[in-house]
T-cell receptor
């Protein structure tokens, strides 16, 4: 069975600073990897996804993520954070063999200081 | 594109009543829809997967008689919480996926269910 770990429960960054959110996964085959963002009381918005090919993936809102197979990681980055980036971020792995059901990490809450 | 609408966004009802939540894909055909439950400050837990025209597949520990799922068309799935009790209060989120398995899931905005 697949699993996802987001080691950081909370991260506080200053506006304009860079942001990196960690994600480690466990899956026996090549995974489908996703990052979603959730604002309070709302659903999830897809930031980016990795299926194959280039390991550096560009997403919306200036986010990017890098798939590192050797480290089983898919960390999310943004060079300069805006106050509107304050939200909960979820990393997820999809298991193709199981109809691509998603397994989510525990989430990382990002707080942005002015 | 890929908009998923979930309705209602918030519902309060008395214990013992049944509540229906709708999930619609507005601009694509959703061959598969998923229902999740999210407790405060926690991650999403998959409840069930439904494919259009067939019975839903429930995750272990989810009562299929309590949480009835119908996926009658390629754009609509419903979750009915039957005889709801306070412990069923939660945030329920649906997602929809079109085409092949490697397509991403697109999520609705969720429904906050409060049972008094």
């Amino acid at each position: 069975a697949q699993s996802v770990t987001q080691p950081d429960i909370h991260i506080t960054v200053s506006e304009g600073a860079s942001l990196e959110l960690r994600c480690n996964y466990s899956y026996g085959a090549t995974p489908y990897l996703f990052w979603y963002v959730q604002s309070p009381g709302q659903g999830l918005q897809l930031l980016l996804k990795y299926f194959s090919g280039d390991t550096l993936v560009q997403g919306i809102k200036g986010f990017e993520a890098e798939f590192k197979r050797s480290q089983s990681s898919f960390n999310l980055r943004k060079p300069s954070v805006h106050w509107s980036d304050a939200a909960e971020y979820f990393c997820a792995v999809g298991a193709f063999a199981a109809g691509n059901k998603l397994t989510f990490g525990g989430g990382t809450r990002v707080l942005v200081k002015p | 594109g890929a908009v998923v609408s979930q309705h209602p966004s918030w519902v309060i009802c008395k214990s013992g009543t049944s509540v229906k939540i709708e999930c619609r894909s507005l601009d694509f055909q959703a061959t598969t829809m998923f229902w999740y439950r999210q407790f405060p400050k926690q991650s999403l837990m998959l409840m069930a997967t439904s494919n259009e025209g067939s019975k839903a597949t429930y995750e272990q520990g989810v009562e299929k008689d309590k949480f009835l799922i119908n996926h009658a068309s390629l754009t609509l799935s419903t979750l009915t919480v039957t005889s709801a009790h306070p412990e069923d209060s939660s945030f329920y989120i649906c997602s929809a996926r079109g085409g092949s398995d490697n397509q991403p899931q697109h999520f609705g905005d969720g429904t906050r269910l409060s049972i008094l």
